[in-house]
């Protein structure tokens, strides 16, 4: 059964860092996502990508953050300068999405992002 | 108006018992339902999806039970199992790119 993959499955990094998680969403999907969940918390919308560009973005997603579709099957989420408070888990989803088809979105296991 | 309201925080419920938990919406353009099962340091999985225009949806021991005119919908699971045991999350499409706003999740513990 396809399935969205990420990596790395934990990052490290110092305050300031840059970071980049990668996803390899699913084959056949258009839509894809980014989310985060701080500990213990629910999950939040980060920012949605269709047709090479940002449909939609949060709040959360300020200036420090990119997301770019590097080639025909990786997605990545770029943290330009973290901050203690960007520690969370950070998932990716794709969807199928659009007429005629489902909303589904299918999350990937995620990222722990620890920032230090 | 953005928000998806999910009770309770927790549940115990024994072996073979039935697991009820609740969710509910302000916004009456949301129109998808999906509910997420979570296990400690995985990603949401995707369980079982409602549409406005259905009251329920059975997927084996999984049901959602929607009610539109209440704002109100929610997950029932049935012959509840140890394995069952996992934090769930409701959800509604947020966006009109779909993006997923969820609600706080309801950690279930299912007892032998």
Known sequence: ???????????????????????????????????????????????????????????????????????????????????????????????????????EQYFGPGTRLTVT | QQQVKQSPQ????????????????????FDYFPWYQQFPGKGPALLIAIRPDVSEKKEGRFTISFNKSAKQFSLHIMDSQPGDSATYFCAANGGSQGNLIFGKGTKLSVKP
């Open chain 2, 10 to 29: 927790s549940l115990i419920v024994q072996k073979g018992g039935i697991s009820i938990i609740n969710c509910a919406y302000e916004n009456t353009a």
């Open chain 1, 1 to 103: 059964e396809p399935e969205v993959t990420q990596t790395p499955s934990h990052q490290v990094t110092q305050m300031g860092q840059e970071v980049i998680l990668r996803c390899v969403p699913i084959s056949n999907h258009l839509y894809f996502y980014w989310y985060r969940q701080i500990l213990g918390q629910k999950v939040e919308f980060l920012v949605s990508f269709y047709n090479n560009e940002i449909s939609e973005k949060s709040e959360i997603f300020d200036d420090q953050f990119s997301v770019e579709r590097p080639d025909g099957s990786n997605f990545t989420l770029k943290i330009r300068s973290t901050k203690l408070e960007d520690s969370a888990m950070y998932f990716c989803a794709s969807s199928p999405f659009g007429e005629g088809v489902g909303y």
